[in-house]
């Protein structure tokens, strides 16, 4: 039976009626004890914060975050809208118990694929796991053996080849298992594989199998995954999370890599496709734009020769200089920076269709905006190819390129 206003009232057994609110009488109870306490009517709040940057009228008072939203004002999210309210009125002093202020939604469940140690996906793996917002993380790789660093740190991890059909059957049945009837709330696609070398010497059957990893492999996860998905009951619906790259842009473009940039290009077309689709269907679709981020990724590349034959074997040092992409790291933002943003914008209620997040994403995203070609000085640069073109000229221009008996 609740309480009536103005009268006793405490956490368990004697709440307060709708649009009333139990304040505790001893301000040191712990707030996961029964604390006994008084009603008071809910007060109505000011809007605060938000991008105008709104001021409380009440110098008394201070601008807390929503306890509506996941946005936190403390974490500098330029964008959270607060509420006015005196310091001892804290929400976090009060018995959420009205509409008009609701408690924190329960626990939503995630699964992540391509998390072996140092890559990207499990950094966010690890965001997610440490988030407060509340995650419970399912951390996928094709060799569990390198998915050393979710399970040390306690989170649930599988075996998962997205190229593989029997391997994706295998693993919505164990997640199907773990989540039951609630079905999963989010699928955050971020396998992803990488191959440079110049377009004119591709391998097509390498091309391939990137296109198999980078771009099939997001429609093959994610159908499979779908029935799970529609089950989700968590309040802000499923989500799928596609990790893309800046790279998928004109401007991001980046020399010697376009098998791998044309994957991500396409990769983006597929998600937006995915976002228009699926959200009949009541899935949100988000793109992670991401830029330049330490990790293993590139470490990881194979180190190729271009062939004999190529027009560039001249300048075979220096085009494999750039193939490598060593000038790129320059700068990048720290791997856990960079996914405890992305895991922030993620746990958002709406979150934005496209996430740019990293270095150079910024300047990737203004320049979608600009002539094409505008910054092509800048991509030379940080990719290596003004090296390339420095050796052509030293060698006499394109003509010094050619074979001996071609001159």
């Not at 062939?307 to 200089?321: F, T």
């Amino acid at each position: 039976m609740a309480a009536a206003a103005g009268q006793p009232c405490d956490f368990q057994t004697a709440p307060c009626p709708q649009g009333e609110f139990c304040e505790r009488n001893d301000p040191g109870c712990d707030l996961g004890e029964n604390c006994a306490g008084t009603c008071h009517p809910l007060p109505t709040y000011q809007f605060c914060g938000g991008l105008a940057h709104v001021q409380c009228k009440d110098y008394g008072q201070k601008c807390y975050d929503d306890p509506r939203d996941e946005c936190s004002l403390d974490h500098g999210d330029a964008d959270c809208g607060g509420i006015c309210l005196d310091h001892h009125h804290h929400p976090t002093h009060l018995r959420l118990q009205s509409a008009q202020i609701k408690p924190p939604p329960p626990k939503r469940t995630v699964l992540i694929t391509g998390c072996s140690d140092g890559s990207l996906g499990s950094a966010l793996a690890l965001a997610f796991h440490a988030s407060t917002s509340g995650w419970r993380v399912f951390a996928s790789a094709r060799n569990p053996a390198k998915l050393t660093a979710c399970t040390t740190a306690g989170i649930e991890t599988l075996c998962l080849d997205t190229t593989s059909p029997a391997s994706i059957a295998s693993a919505v049945s164990h997640i199907s298992a773990l989540v039951g009837d609630s079905g999963l709330d989010a699928l955050l696609n971020n396998a992803g594989a990488g191959y440079s070398m110049p377009l004119i010497d591709l391998d097509i059957n390498k091309a391939k199998a990137l296109y198999d990893v980078n771009v099939w492999s997001l429609i093959g996860v994610t159908r499979a995954f779908l029935p799970l998905l529609r089950k989700s009951s968590h309040p802000y619906g499923p989500l799928v999370a596609n990790n893309t790259s800046q790279s998928s842009q004109i401007p991001g473009t980046v020399p010697f890599t376009a098998a791998y940039t044309s994957s991500k290009a396409a990769a983006t077309s597929l998600t937006e496709a995915m976002r228009l689709e699926l959200g009949v269907l009541g899935i949100k679709v988000v793109n992670l734009m991401t830029g330049t981020v330490d990790s293993g990724f590139r470490g990881n590349l194979e180190r190729l020769e271009i062939p004999g034959d190529s027009p560039y074997v001249k300048v075979k040092e220096e085009v494999e200089k750039a193939m490598a992409m060593e000038g790129m790291d320059d700068g990048a933002m720290d791997a856990g920076v960079w996914a405890a943003e992305v895991v922030r914008e993620l746990g958002r209620e709406k979150p934005s269709h496209w996430v740019w997040k990293g270095t150079f994403s910024g300047l990737v995203r203004l320049a979608n905006h600009l002539p094409v070609g505008l910054l092509d000085g800048k991509m030379k640069e940080v990719s290596g190819l003004d090296a390339v073109e420095k050796r052509v000229r030293e060698l006499g221009g394109p003509r010094g390129l050619l074979a001996d008996d071609r001159k």
